[in-house]
């Protein structure tokens, strides 16, 4: 079956770095996606990697490595509005998009 | 309006009522989709429309009903629902439903109450 893992939950301190890492098994890979959804909002998109390798966009950057079946998103500099859940998503051979459970990041002062 | 908007944003039912959720896009796309997010758990994908044409069903039980009367607008029409179908219903669009790369915009989502 097809799988995406990534932690329930993470901690970090404002102005500190955190990674937060996603593993997946699915039929086929068309990229995959990282999206940032705020408490009660819509999944905003945040990223885009379908090449092996770091992708950078000021404080966020998105890696990937298609032989592991693994991403990270890792947040420089955090700052309060970061608190969010976090979701990776990879788009399989049929162009459907398959969903991790979310990355809920807490960012303490 | 820009985006993608959705209403109700709020709707609490009864097992027996009939209800519809409604959304649209402002941004020219031709896929739209609905989704289900329960608490701690992955967006399941219920359903796909191309250019007004049902492209996916993702085994959703019939007492969920989409309509996609052109490519800006989209239903989702309920009728008997249960409890456990209580959770956030997410309305999204992207310019092609295949093709790499294509990021798809969300509502803001219904958040739906079955009693």
């Known amino acids: 079956g097809q799988n995406i893992d990534q932690p329930t939950e993470m901690t970090a301190t404002e102005g500190a770095i955190v990674q937060i890492n996603c593993t997946y098994q699915?039929?086929?890979?068309?990229?995959l996606f990282w999206y940032q959804q705020h408490a009660g909002e819509a999944p905003t998109f945040l990223s885009y990697?379908?090449l092996d390798g770091l992708e950078e966009k000021g404080r966020f950057s998105s890696f990937l490595s298609r032989s592991k079946g693994y991403s990270y998103l890792l947040l420089k500099e955090l700052q309060m509005k970061d608190s969010a859940s976090y979701l990776c998503?990879?788009?399989?051979?049929?162009?459907?998009?398959?969903w991790g459970a979310g990355t809920k990041l807490i960012i303490k002062p | 309006e820009t985006g993608v908007t959705q209403t109700p944003r709020h709707l609490v039912m009864g097992m027996t009522n009939k209800k519809s959720l409604k959304c649209e896009q402002h941004?020219?796309?031709?896929?739209m989709y609905w989704y289900k997010q329960s608490a701690k758990k992955p967006l399941e994908l219920m359903f796909v429309?191309?250019?007004?044409?049902?492209?996916e069903n993702n085994s959703v039980p019939s007492r969920f009903s989409p309509e996609c009367p052109n490519s800006s607008h989209l239903f989702l029409h309920l009728h008997t629902l249960q409890p456990e179908d209580s959770a956030l219903y997410l309305c999204?669009?992207?310019?092609?439903?295949?093709?790499?790369?294509?990021?798809?915009?969300f509502g803001p989502g219904t958040r739906l109450t079955v009693l």
């Open positions: 999204a669009s992207s310019q092609e439903a295949s093709g790499g790369g294509n990021e798809q915009f």
């Open positions: 941004l020219g796309h031709n896929a």
């Open positions: 429309y191309s250019l007004e044409e049902r492209v």
């Open positions: 699915t039929s086929g890979f068309n990229g």
């Open positions: 990697n379908v």
């Open positions: 998503a990879v788009m399989d051979s049929n162009y459907q998009l398959i």
